[in-house]
């Protein structure tokens, strides 16, 4: 590994080791937990249940002037004709979320009437004295005791800004009255607890401390009964759990600081839906129940059934995250936290190891697309990054396994550990361009100088690294001949021109110039910022351009040097041609060469190629030959010609070769035919059917095209193979013996 390498690696590593701590201790000391709550609210969704909880909703028709009444000069009677019609149809349990803490005072209307209508009213106004029990109560209290499945709330008080341990915290209880309770009544407490943004997402599933009496919450309660685990064993409280036992069933229930989070199933704007009969909680209205009205009640069979306030102005109304715009009644949060229990769909949130391997992680992969990738691929990413991890991997673990993540701390930490990596690759790289510009300029071009100055310290050393390339190799035909015409300083003045011509279309094709050497020209093409063409594919087809419009510019170059003043020797300028070889694949590019003198270069099998594939043009009369993986990436936009199945001397894996043509939309009419013709041929020609392939060659093709010297190459062989079958085992190879 390059000591640069080894620089950027340790820097790496420490700005992730101080981001991962900076981040964490965040996490830890929790300063924006308000914001962690308001974005955890978008992963909270109508989840499905089979569950089904019925709440008898005291809504706002039952309050009404043609219910029951304002609410607050209700009698306790009232209570018993549904208490009848729910014991009729037998639900596994009834929880009634109104408090009776205190006794009944004065007569309702209901009782006005009844007194008014006995045959005795003085006595039996006197049966309504404060010093006796009130005859609601009583009849209500009669109406409870018969019943062994209903659950009264006991009210609680307490503090809790004196203990925040709800596993530990003393209070008071305040049960029902006592005309109310029987021996088989159930007793829960309706307690929940608010969030730091004022919303509620969690209950107490017990309160009490370790000296007194603990009382289990309304929905534990009603679970436990409709469940055949009443009465309870025992009950081990951690802060983490409570496990109830009861003969040989158990509950545990996982907690977080004491506390339950209620996973919800429904908005509070479709809880109130009374046509909704499939709904995860199915809403009826007290006064419909009252009233009976001979309907169909058979589906509170085996129902957990809540009793409780469901009107606007009732006072237990609640904010929860789940449309956090709309206040929810308790009654309805009771049904769904006792859902969450029946389900099992527990939810907790990150502990903290886990928030610290999670910022840990996504800290790492925001670092390592800060090193590894251009500013203009990386900041897309992370952006992507904070949004998978917050757009779909919360939401996902969420719905699967009941887990919030963070969502603050590591989209935090990917936003710091950005920062920090590109201010030290700010700082490293602007020292090493400082140190490396003026040796650059030496020996490369400027565009390979921008190039190395704008990447990382290691390619200022020996060394490079495997990269796709697109090859090209051109030499001028007969080039011998030539310098030996010339005086040697003509001979400079003509290649340096040549050498401009033919550069100049490689440069503005975004391909790198890498050598001359004598006639021959070396250069490649690989992707580079802002060009549009990126990729093999992309490459390959800027070397194809490059070609054809350096075959172009051939004829302009030669009509002038007619023109042209003699050379500096006094020659005349002489007319060339050049042939060229592309081929495609994977090779070293970077510094190859000692301490003193480097070179900004590329090496491997394919440049080696390119060579023998501009030498064998020679043998097919070709122009530009271009290897199998080149023609693959450029087939659809070029029209291509295939030539041969070759071994390139030197070689010993086999090739195709093609003739690169021309752009495939300018290839002309007559051109084509000569390509289908000759393509025909060659498919027999490949089938060992020589003399049909003659005939092909001969019949449709030497009529129109004589002297087509690739048509005349194959037909030559074509006759050779009818007269002298090869061996069964032929591969259709030539070998090139010569470069």
Not at 9 to 24: D, P, Q, R
Not at 300 to 315: A, E, T
Not at 668 to 689: G, H, V
Request: net charge negative; with cysteine.
């Amino acid at each position: 590994m390059q000591k640069a390498q080894i620089n950027r690696l340790i820097g790496a590593t420490i700005i992730l080791l101080l981001v991962a701590a900076g981040s964490s201790l965040l996490a830890w000391w929790n300063p924006l937990e308000k914001q962690q709550l308001y974005l955890s609210n978008f992963l909270y969704y109508e989840r499905p249940t089979k569950n089904q909880v019925v709440v008898v909703a005291i809504d706002d028709e039952s309050i009404s002037e043609d219910g029951l009444g304002k609410f607050s000069s209700w009698c306790r009677t009232y209570y018993v004709p549904v208490l009848e019609k729910l014991t009729g149809n037998k639900p596994a349990a009834i929880g009634i979320d109104v408090l009776f803490s205190s006794k009944s005072e004065g007569l309702c209307q209901d009782d006005v009437e009844k007194v008014l209508n006995s045959e005795n009213p003085a006595e039996e106004i006197t049966r309504f004295d404060k010093k006796f029990s009130h005859p609601d109560d009583i009849a209500l209290g009669e109406m409870i005791k018969k019943i062994s499945n209903v659950i009264l709330l006991t009210n609680v008080r307490f503090d809790p800004n004196l203990n925040k341990n709800f596993s530990d915290l003393q209070v008071e209880f305040l049960d029902p009255i006592p005309e109310l309770i029987g021996e088989n009544n159930l007793l829960a407490h309706p307690k929940f607890n608010k969030d730091a943004t004022d919303l509620l997402r969690s209950m107490l599933p017990a309160m009490g401390g370790q000296k007194q009496q603990r009382v289990l919450s309304l929905p534990v309660v009603a679970v436990l009964y409709s469940k055949g685990m009443w009465p309870i064993e025992s009950i081990d409280w951690k802060e983490n759990q409570i496990s109830i036992k009861s003969g040989q069933k158990s509950l545990d229930i996982p907690l977080e600081n004491s506390q339950m989070l209620i996973n919800f199933s429904e908005k509070p704007s479709n809880m109130f839906n009374l046509e909704q009969e499939d709904s995860a909680i199915r809403v009826i209205s007290f006064l419909d129940l009252h009233n009976d009205n001979n309907k169909d009640w058979s589906f509170l069979k085996d129902k957990i059934v809540l009793i409780g306030l469901g009107y606007f102005n009732s006072g237990d109304n609640y904010f929860i995250p789940l449309e956090s715009n709309v206040a929810q009644p308790g009654v309805m949060i009771h049904a769904q936290a006792i859902q969450t229990i029946l389900d099992q769909a527990w939810l907790r949130n990150q502990t903290m190891p886990e928030r610290v391997g999670t910022i840990g992680l996504m800290a790492a992969a925001a670092l390592a697309l800060v090193f590894l990738l251009q500013i203009g691929w990386a900041l897309p990413l992370l952006v992507i990054l904070i949004g998978v991890y917050t757009m779909a991997a919360a939401p996902l673990l969420f719905r699967s396994q009941g887990l919030i993540l963070n969502m603050v701390y590591p989209p935090l930490s990917v936003v710091a550990a950005a920062i920090a990596g590109y201010a030290y690759r700010y700082l490293s790289e602007s020292r090493q361009k400082t140190r490396v510009a003026g040796a650059l300029g030496q020996y490369v071009n400027t565009r390979v100088a921008e190039q190395v100055l704008g990447s990382d310290e290691s390619q200022v050393h020996t060394g490079g690294e495997k990269r796709q390339i697109t090859v090209i190799f051109t030499d001028i035909l007969g080039f011998t001949t030539i310098s030996e015409s010339l005086q040697p300083q003509s001979l400079v003045a003509l290649l340096n021109e040549y050498f401009e011509a033919m550069g100049r279309v490689i440069v503005q094709n975004g391909g790198i110039v890498d050598k001359y050497e004598g006639d021959a020209l070396m250069a490649f093409f690989e992707d580079k910022p802002g060009q549009k063409e990126q990729g093999p594919a992309g490459q390959a087809e800027r070397a194809a351009k490059a070609a054809l419009e350096m075959r172009a510019e051939l004829p302009k170059l030669n009509a002038k040097w007619k023109t042209d003043p003699p050379l500096p020797g006094g020659e005349k300028k002489p007319e060339i041609d050049f042939r060229v070889g592309i081929s495609t694949g994977e090779a070293l590019v970077g510094n190859i060469g000692f301490s003193q003198h480097i070179q900004y270069t590329v090496i491997g099998d394919i440049v080696n190629l390119g060579s023998r594939l501009e030498g064998a043009n020679k043998k097919y009369r070709t122009h530009v030959m271009i290897a199998e993986a080149t023609y693959e990436l450029i087939n659809s936009k070029y029209s291509c010609r295939f030539l041969d199945v070759m071994t390139p001397k030197g070689k010993q894996k086999p090739v195709k070769v093609y003739e690169l043509i021309c752009p495939a939309d300018q290839l002309s009419d007559d051109q084509r035919q000569l390509i289908q013709a000759y393509n025909k041929a060659l498919a027999l020609y490949f089938q060992r059917q020589f003399a049909e392939a003659l005939e092909v060659f001969q019949k449709e093709v030497f009529p129109r095209w004589p002297a087509d010297v690739l048509s005349n190459f194959y037909a030559g062989r074509c006759e050779l193979l009818k007269r002298f079958p090869p061996k069964p085992d032929w591969n259709f190879v030539y070998k090139m013996e010569s470069k």
